[in-house]
């Protein structure tokens, strides 16, 4: 008698789960000699170093955590690229050779970023989808437009010196549009450079950098640019800061270490302070520089 095949059934591969951050902060650091990407915990412990090719810098969290947007020169020049979270499943978006592409921003539905380009002749505000396709051009003025920043409402802030009428240095000023690049308004107008605009997790705050007369400080403003406060007040200079999930805490990068009396020769480190001012927290201590912080989702 023939024996009867027994049916086995074949397992169902478990799928791999995508990598995702959470409550991470994603820096640039040249401790390794050149400028890369790396994660850290938020008490500045935990380092990861995520990227190595080229030079790396100006990380972005997309909404859901898993991915990275960031500025590469690996393929020549500045290029806008997308990983994992892991660093993983790196992907060049822009391609766009003999101009620089930096500085991008994720759309609140994670589908676009959009990103400072120097392709037509000067710096303006560009959009892109995730997937490389439906590039399109937001700012088209002859000024300088760049460091673009999306709210969770959709709203796109950038900075731009395109308006003197508050000074006569051609000073940058913080401007806010619409994603289809309409309605762009100038919300910060004052005499002084503002830079870097970053929405807080609601979009009712932006916290920008300016400076005052001979430092560069952190500042919080309304949406509509009202409520202007002061964060810190060194004698040194601040760079661009991010906000927690949480909105209760903003984190930076400042010159630090520097000589006696001295603004030259310093090392950024990064920081943390409460989104309202208040006493500085150190993470980082390398001999070598840190900037560029930004938070990820909780």
Known sequence: MTPTATFTPTATPTPTPEPV????????????GVAQIYLMDP?????QQLTSEGENEAAAWSPDGKWLAFTST??????????RADGSDVRNLTRSPGSDD????WSPDGQRLAFTSDRSGHEDIYVIGVDGSGLRRLTTDPAQDS?????????????????????DRDDPEIYVMDDDGSN?????????ADY????????????????????????VMDADGSGKTRLTDEFTYVYAADWSPD???????LDTDCPTGQRSNCNREIYTVAATGGALTRLTFEPAEDWGPVWSPE
């Not at 020549?76 to 690229?81: P, S, T, V």
């Not at 762009?184 to 002084?192: E, H, I, L, T, W």
């Open 21 to 32: 951050a959470r409550n991470k902060i994603a820096f640039t650091s040249r401790r390794s």
């Open 43 to 47: 008490d500045g412990s935990g380092v």
């Open 74 to 83: 690996r393929d020549g020049d500045a290029e806008i690229y997308v990983m």
């Open 102 to 105: 930096e500085d991008a921003t």
């Open 147 to 167: 460091a673009a920043d999306w709210s969770v409402q959709g709203q796109i802030a950038f900075v731009s010196d395109r308006d003197d009428s508050y000074n």
């Open 184 to 192: 762009q308004q100038n919300v910060s107008r004052d005499v002084a």
């Open 196 to 219: 870097y605009p970053r929405w807080s997790p609601d979009g009712s705050q932006i916290v920008f950098k300016s400076h005052v007369a001979s430092s560069m400080d952190l500042f």
């Open 247 to 253: 909105g209760r805490t903003l984190v930076f990068a």
